[in-house]
């Protein structure tokens, strides 16, 4: 035989034994894979499909739970009916019907160890023997938990936080979720059941500040739904450090509701707080109220050094303060600031209205040249009665004599009062005093007031001439019946602030 017809010869022989194994595996039924947890239950299907042409003489299941190591667990006969020779998995399989077209078997209390592949497989006369294989997924829903681990604060490295998933399968995977500065390692421990336990630390360097931060543990595995979650706080202990609050820089004498209070912070929770003084004991207006100072009376007996001491379990913490005591100081109401401010602005009106009406009425008698507030002028207790005078019409010149004065008996400030010396000037005309009071006169009144004043120093010059090198004065005599004040008939106001009578007679 030739190479040629050999390779024929094998060529056909391996399509025969493909076109077999293609017939086999199309005539027996069963699932790729399946899944189940422990102490559950599962059943295993299988199936001879177009049996017409086979003949089927019995059907047996094997177990494999590594490769190459099988063993018979069910097997059924048309004739001598069902057998379970495996011991370990007596009591725990059955078929579900019973028959060689449709031999199903259930297998309850699953174990861990029951997971590999079962092979379902007939004996046919005349093929042989058709397979089909089921691969058993055993699941194991890990028990997930997570703690913080206490610790106390150090500068070392240590584990803040535990998240473990334990006895599951297949093996599940932990991660964090933290803004704390740290890292984290995983360990995967095999249990004998075939599942397996991981577990994750979280470390970092605590510090009180790290107390109550938050992590979160994650956990993912094939059996849950969705990610497990476990948020946590840390748990970092430390001893108290203290502060004193309350102190608001106005500890003034005889003041009742001065406080200085006690803060803490600590882990775990202060457990005794004290108040003392350096000097010694507390004073009698202090009273202590858990971890409130509460001074009754501010005096100088608590310008002293308070002392404030907090414990817990770790440890102790103090703090000083030294409270200043200032005088007193009355704080006026916000009505007593209106009242004060209302009777401040009424009080400036008053006197910003008086000083108006005295610069008026002093500006009004420097016009006038009479000094308005009955002062006595620089003359003390006298009256300047006569005076340098403008030479008369006449010609007779000037008087060259000083002044002759009166003294006046009556109070000072007024002056005497002298008969009206001139008849024919009657009381309807403005007399000299009324004019140097009131600075309203009008043009005529004025034509009035020169006329009688030219009339005045006429005769005056006539009496002169008369009585000329006399003795020194000569004083009209008064007519009781025509009295009127002296300035109001005969005295005369001059520029430089000097009043001179009309009537008197110059020597």
Same mark, same amino acid.
């Given at each position: 035989m030739?190479d040629?017809?050999?390779?024929?010869?094998?060529?056909?022989?391996? +399509?025969?034994?493909l076109?077999?194994?293609?017939?086999w595996?199309?005539?027996?039924r069963v $699932?790729? $894979?399946?899944?189940?947890? /422990? %102490?559950?239950? &599962?059943? =295993? *299907?299988?199936e001879?499909t177009?049996s017409e042409?086979?003949k089927l003489t019995q059907v047996?299941?094997m177990?494999e739970?590594t490769?190459?190591?099988?063993q018979?667990?069910?097997v059924?006969? /048309?004739?001598?009916?069902?057998?379970f020779?495996?011991?370990e998995? !007596?009591?725990? &399989?059955n078929?579900?019907?019973?028959s060689l077209?449709?031999?199903?078997?259930r297998?309850k209390k699953?174990?861990?160890?029951?997971?590999g592949?079962?092979?379902?497989?007939?004996?046919?006369?005349?093929?042989?023997?058709?397979q089909?294989?089921?691969?058993?997924?055993?699941?194991?829903?890990?028990?997930?938990s997570?703690?913080?681990?206490? &610790?106390?604060?150090?500068?070392?490295?240590?584990?803040?936080? *535990?998240?473990?998933?334990?006895?599951?399968?297949? $093996?599940?995977?932990i991660?964090?979720?933290?803004?704390?500065?740290?890292?984290?390692?995983h360990?995967s421990? @095999?249990?004998s059941d075939?599942?397996?336990?991981v577990?994750?630390?979280?470390r970092?360097? @605590? #510090?009180p500040?790290?107390?109550?931060?938050?992590?979160?543990c994650?956990?993912d595995? *094939?059996?849950?739904?969705?990610?497990?979650?476990?948020?946590?706080?840390?748990?970092?202990?430390?001893p108290?450090?203290v502060?004193?609050?309350?102190?608001?820089? %106005?500890?003034?004498?005889g003041?009742?509701?001065?406080?200085?209070?006690?803060? +803490?912070d600590?882990?775990? +929770?202060?457990?005794?707080?004290?108040w003392?003084?350096?000097?010694g004991q507390?004073?009698?207006?202090v009273?202590v109220?858990?971890?409130?100072?509460l001074?009754?009376? &501010?005096?100088?007996?608590v310008?002293?050094?308070?002392?404030c001491?907090v414990?817990n379990?770790?440890?102790?913490?103090?703090?000083e303060?030294?409270?200043?005591?200032?005088?007193?100081?009355e704080?006026?109401s916000?009505a007593?600031?209106?009242?004060?401010?209302?009777l401040?602005?009424l009080?400036?009106?008053? =006197?910003?209205?008086?000083?108006?009406?005295?610069?008026?009425?002093?500006?009004?008698?420097?016009?006038?040249?009479y000094?308005?507030n009955? !002062?006595q002028g620089?003359?003390?207790?006298?009256?300047?009665?006569?005076?340098?005078k403008?030479g008369?019409k006449?010609g007779?010149?000037a008087?060259n004599?000083?002044p002759?004065?009166?003294?006046?008996?009556?109070e000072?400030g007024?002056?005497?009062e002298?008969c009206?010396e001139f @008849?024919?000037l009657?009381?309807?005309? @403005?007399?000299a005093?009324n004019i140097?009071?009131s600075?309203?006169?009008? !043009?005529?009144?004025?034509?009035?007031?020169?006329?009688?004043n030219?009339?005045?120093?006429e005769?005056?010059d006539?009496?002169?001439?008369?009585?000329g090198?006399?003795?020194?004065?000569y004083?009209?005599h008064?007519?009781e019946?025509d009295?009127?004040?002296? =300035?109001?008939d005969d005295?005369e106001?001059?520029?430089?602030?000097?009043?001179?009578?009309? #009537? +008197?007679?110059y020597?």
């Open positions: 030739s040629f017809t050999m390779i024929n010869c094998c060529l056909v022989l391996g +399509a025969c034994l076109s077999s194994q293609v017939v595996s199309q005539h027996v $699932e790729h $894979e399946v899944t189940a947890y /422990p %102490n559950g239950s &599962v059943n =295993l *299907r299988c001879f177009n042409n086979t047996s299941w177990f739970r490769e190459g190591d099988r018979n667990i069910a059924f006969h /048309p004739k001598y009916g069902a057998s020779p495996n011991k998995f !007596e009591g725990r &399989v078929f579900t019907l019973g077209e449709n031999p199903s078997i297998i699953l174990r861990m160890a029951d997971a592949r079962y092979i379902c497989e007939y004996a046919t006369y005349p093929s042989g023997n058709e089909g294989t089921t691969t058993l997924i055993m699941l194991a829903k890990p028990r997930n997570a703690t913080p681990v206490p &610790v106390q604060a150090s500068s070392s490295e240590v584990v803040v936080a *535990r998240c473990e998933a334990a006895q599951g399968k297949p $093996e599940a995977t991660s964090w979720i933290t803004s704390l500065a740290g890292h984290y390692n360990t421990v @095999p249990e075939g599942t397996v336990t577990k994750s630390e979280y970092i360097v @605590p #510090t500040a790290e107390n109550g931060k938050e992590i979160t994650v956990v595995q *094939r059996t849950q739904s969705a990610s497990q979650n476990f948020p946590m706080r840390l748990v970092v202990e430390y108290p450090t502060t004193i609050e309350g102190y608001d820089d %106005n500890w003034y004498m003041r009742k509701d001065a406080v200085l209070i006690c803060q +803490a600590a882990n775990p +929770a202060p457990t005794d707080v004290t003392t003084a350096v000097s507390l004073p009698s207006t009273r109220d858990q971890n409130r100072l001074v009754t009376n &501010v005096d100088e007996t310008n002293i050094t308070f002392v001491e414990k379990s770790l440890g102790s913490g103090r703090k303060h030294t409270p200043t005591v200032i005088e007193s100081t704080v006026p916000s007593g600031v209106v009242a004060g401010a209302i401040g602005s009080l400036a009106l008053v =006197l910003v209205s008086a000083l108006v009406t005295v610069l008026v009425m002093h500006s009004r008698s420097q016009q006038h040249g000094s308005g009955s !002062e620089v003359y003390g207790n006298k009256t300047r009665l006569f005076g340098g403008k008369s006449n007779a010149g008087n004599n000083g002759i004065y009166t003294y006046r008996e009556s000072p007024t002056l005497m002298k009206n @008849p024919h009657t009381a309807s005309k @403005p007399t005093h140097l009071l600075g309203e006169l009008n !043009e005529a009144e004025l034509r009035k007031f020169d006329t009688l030219d009339s005045i120093e005769e005056e006539e009496r002169y001439d008369r009585f090198g006399l003795p020194p004065s004083q009209i008064r007519h019946d009295c009127a004040p002296y =300035l109001d005295m106001s001059q520029r430089d602030g000097s009043i001179i009578s009309r #009537t +008197a007679i020597v």
